[in-house]
């Protein structure tokens, strides 16, 4: 896996030379391996697949605000020579995404929002709770994930990973998730959108979706029957065909 601008990254060269390339982010308290192979590898796309800053094994420092974060991004796409792409994030990644529309609108061709609606539900007192007993906020958080398949070893592996997290980090992402929910406005992209989540996610309600969706002109809303918070891991399937034929849109 390589490393530009002190971030590791995957990157795909499955597609035609001139379509527009793919760039996925994940989420808080995991790395870009969260994505689904089938996602990492599009038919007819280059998709690079980034660590954020602090995160896997990247350089740098976890944020507390996901405004911090494009400049990261950006940054090592200048190296890698993509100037304009369909950003998607899951959950934290696609606040960061948004973070990216807002902040440099020319880089952005397309969003694709997985799990993101006008906040993230965290249990109260969360950072707190991560000093005193970890393990109850990460059953907790698992638990507002929601999806029909919570005692599957699929969501056992997520809790391994995020339980062997450094304090830190989740800290971070905690914080960095509140301060995207504080922003309290309608978020106006003008570019073409897809969100996606599923129907019993406790963390960003499907409710919170439509509210999101209402200011995005071009987007679209899917919603994953019997889904929660973790569609990468829980819907692999449901979300590459999502993915791929929201990529279609694009040249």
């Known amino acids: 896996m390589p490393q530009s601008c002190g971030l590791f990254y995957s990157d795909y060269h499955g597609g035609l030379p001139n379509a527009t ?27 690079v697949a980034v660590d954020l800053p602090g995160h896997g094994r990247s350089e740098g420092f976890c944020a507390h605000t996901v ?22 994030g899951h959950a934290l990644g696609a606040a960061v995404a948004v973070a990216l529309l807002d902040f440099h609108p020319e880089r952005v061709a397309g969003l694709g929002l997985v799990s993101l609606g006008m906040r993230f539900n965290y249990p109260d007192g969360a950072e ?12 907790d958080l698992l638990q507002r994930a929601g999806g029909q398949d919570q005692d599957s070893g699929v969501t056992r592996k997520v809790a391994l990973e995020w339980r062997s997290n450094r304090p830190g980090l989740l800290a971070a992402d905690l914080r ?51 889904a929660g918070h973790l569609l990468p891991w829980q819907h692999p399937e449901t979300l590459c065909q999502g993915v791929s034929g929201f990529v279609k849109c694009f040249r």
């Open 176 to 226: 960095a998730g509140r301060e995207y929910g504080r922003r309290n406005k309608k978020i106006a992209a003008e570019v073409p959108t897809w969100i996606c989540v599923g129907e019993e996610d406790g963390i960003t309600p499907a409710v919170s979706a439509r509210v999101l969706q209402a200011g995005m002109p071009q987007s679209s809303l899917r919603v994953v029957p019997g």
């Open 128 to 139: 707190t709770l991560l000093n005193q007993e970890p393990e109850s906020l990460v059953r």
């Open 21 to 47: 390339p793919v760039v996925l982010i994940h989420g808080g308290f995991t790395d870009h391996r969260c994505w689904p192979a089938q996602v990492r590898r599009l038919p007819n796309r280059r998709v």
């Open 67 to 88: 405004d911090a974060y494009p400049r990261s991004i950006l940054r090592l796409l200048d190296d890698l020579q993509i100037y304009n792409a369909v950003f998607i």
